[in-house]
């Protein structure tokens, strides 16, 4: 398995936490307000539209996965989908003592990057300490801005409970 590539420039956005919170919250401000109007309008277009270009600002800044259910602002703008293991929920025990990933050696491990970056955090820091649900692979290839404005992203797949609830 391949490190995530990185792209140039990417490294330093992501280690820059706080400007990227004051990016989500004007980006889920202005597509909270537009993507519902221009999705009466235009619906294939705005559905494509959104899948482009979260595959091309997100691919570049963050080697986003696709997953359809977003959570970098949780997780210290580092994509979770990133770690070979795809965990959602914190590091595996196989964190070096370098902070390395134990499936690729040469990698930073991805929750060692996610904890740091989200202490740096204003508006998010805490959301580390969400427990989030499974990913829903049925998404993948998805809008997550689009699943979020749905509701879609907060459905857990069937046969899951949501923590709390018997």
């Known amino acids: 398995m391949k490190e995530a590539r990185r792209a140039p420039g ?3 956005l992501k280690n820059h936490p706080k400007l990227l919170e004051v990016a ?3 980006s889920k401000r202005l597509i909270t307000l537009s993507y519902p109007l221009v999705r009466k309008v235009a619906p294939r ?3 494509r539209f959104m899948v482009r270009s979260e595959e091309v600002v997100k691919g570049y800044a963050f080697n986003c996965q696709m997953c359809g259910q977003c959570i970098l602002h949780s997780t210290g703008m580092t994509c979770p989908m990133n770690c070979p293991k795809n965990l959602r929920n914190g590091p595996c025990g196989g ?4 902070g390395n990933c134990e499936v690729i050696p040469d990698m930073p491990c991805v929750w060692t990057q996610a904890w740091q ?3 740096s955090m204003l508006i998010f820091a805490d959301e580390i300490h969400v427990v989030q649900p499974p990913v829903n692979r049925s998404l993948q290839g998805t ?3 689009v699943n979020m404005l749905d509701g879609t992203d907060a459905q857990t797949p069937k046969g ?3 923590v709390g609830k018997s």
């Not at 964190?95 to 370098?98: A, G, I, K, S, Y």
């Open 143 to 145: 809008s997550s801005w």
């Open 24 to 26: 989500y919250v004007a």
């Open 45 to 47: 277009f705005a559905e």
């Open 117 to 119: 970056r989200s202490q």
């Open 160 to 162: 899951w409970q949501s």
């Open 95 to 98: 964190v070096r003592p370098n």
């Open 10 to 12: 990417s490294e330093w």
